[in-house]
């Protein structure tokens, strides 16, 4: 997803693009979930966006079910938003403060005429049941509710029409620490009992670790590294990952008196509009080599369940010092930019490739 960058005044000439997603491969299977993670800015909202199509992309493919949604008319994909929802991050701007709850929850079934008019009260009602709140409320305005409440008005309306798959952007971020482990614990409830699949957004790895089973790590509109949760919060190979651990709290060394070291990242995220050449992360890597400034490193599949965009992908805090030859990156065994892993994968010890 490329935007345009306006030069403004009479001619409106398009001086530049904003690279807000670039290349992006990732795949959410039915009824589980997968984490997108990364610092403010990186492109994770567009990327929601993108696949509820709020965004028409400029290039790529986006399946759902099986079918091509990436090039639809907003026509033909009305009849797929039933299956497709969006919780926002700001409970209080994404709900219609002229609008009653009643209203705002029964909107998509009058869009979608799924039930006769007699029968949507009850619907409603059953539904600020499902989502813990009292369907007495039935006639009450947002600002009557608190942030955490209003963020379940949020997630009843996103349920209306019994969704397959809820992409939730921050949708605790807004909310008050005490608040978001109660409305997180909902969501998760709410994945079991209508096994919905969720693209669950967040800006830290601490949020999605007990939601997501799979996790992806983004900067500056790329994915860096993708594993399953063991792998990405044990051993993870991506500078950039290990970066965004080490903020995490971690409850097991606390217990033996240690403490992660914190890595700070240096300097600023670039800007999408001018990326740098070869390895976006370049210019805050604390390990960048030449090789990183004119070759951008493949998303390489380097275990069973994890991929890993770098040129020095090795062990925690110890890079190799030689870069992973380029006929292993996105030769034979090291498939690049598949949504899913594959069988097969590059065993970084022996350079070969390995399979299960
Ligand atoms: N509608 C838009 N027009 C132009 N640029 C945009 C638009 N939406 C997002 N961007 C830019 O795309 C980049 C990614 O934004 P976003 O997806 O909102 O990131 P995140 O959700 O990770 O904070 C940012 O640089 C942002 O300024
Ligand atoms: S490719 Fe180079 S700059 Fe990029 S993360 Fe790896 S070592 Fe750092
Ligand atoms: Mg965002």
């Not at 990327?47 to 079918?67: C, E, W």
């Not at 993870?236 to 903020?247: E, G, I, R, V």
């Not at 300097?267 to 400034?293: K, L």
């Amino acid at each position: 997803m490329y935007f345009p960058v306006k030069s403004g005044g009479i001619i409106n000439r398009t001086v530049g693009h904003v690279q807000a997603v670039d290349g992006v491969s990732f795949q959410v299977p039915e009824g589980s979930s997968l984490g997108l993670v990364g610092e403010s800015g990186c492109g994770k909202s567009t990327t929601g966006r993108l696949i509820t199509r709020l965004y028409d992309p400029t290039g790529g493919s986006i399946k759902f079910d099986g079918k091509e949604i990436a090039n639809i008319s907003q026509r033909q994909m009305l009849p797929m938003r039933r299956d497709i929802q969006m919780i926002f991050q700001d409970p209080a701007t994404s709900l219609n403060p002229r609008h009653s709850v009643g209203a705002i929850i029964s909107a998509p079934l009058k869009i979608h005429n799924v039930l006769p008019d007699n029968k949507i009260k009850a619907r409603v009602e059953e539904l600020l049941e499902i989502v813990g709140l009292n369907p007495e409320h039935y006639n009450r305005y947002p600002h009557e509710f608190s942030g955490g409440q209003r963020q379940r008005i949020g997630i009843a309306r996103a349920l209306t029409l019994q969704p397959k798959l809820l992409v939730a952007d921050e949708p605790v971020s807004a909310l008050d620490v005490s608040i978001q482990a109660q409305v997180i614990n909902l969501l998760q409830d709410l994945q079991r009992e209508f096994n919905i699949a969720f693209l669950f957004i967040a800006h830290d790895l601490a949020i999605v670790r007990h939601f997501c089973p799979e996790i992806a790590v983004m900067y500056l509109g790329k994915i860096v590294e993708i594993a399953d949760r063991e792998t990405l919060y044990g051993r993870p190979h991506h500078p950039y990952t290990q970066a965004l651990l080490s903020a995490v709290p971690d409850v097991k060394q606390a217990q033996i008196g240690g403490r992660r070291e914190r890595i700070r990242l240096k300097g600023d995220v670039p800007s999408p509009i001018n990326p740098p050449s070869g390895c976006r992360f370049r210019t805050r890597c604390q390990f960048a080599q030449e090789i990183c400034s004119r070759v951008e490193p493949p998303l390489l599949q380097i275990g069973p369940r994890h991929k890993v965009a770098c040129h020095f992908a090795g062990e925690l805090g110890a890079h190799p010092a030689e870069p992973i030859p380029q006929s292993a990156n996105g030769g034979e065994g090291a498939p690049a930019n598949q949504p899913g892993f594959e069988d097969h994968w590059l065993n970084l010890s022996t350079g070969q490739t390995a399979s299960a």
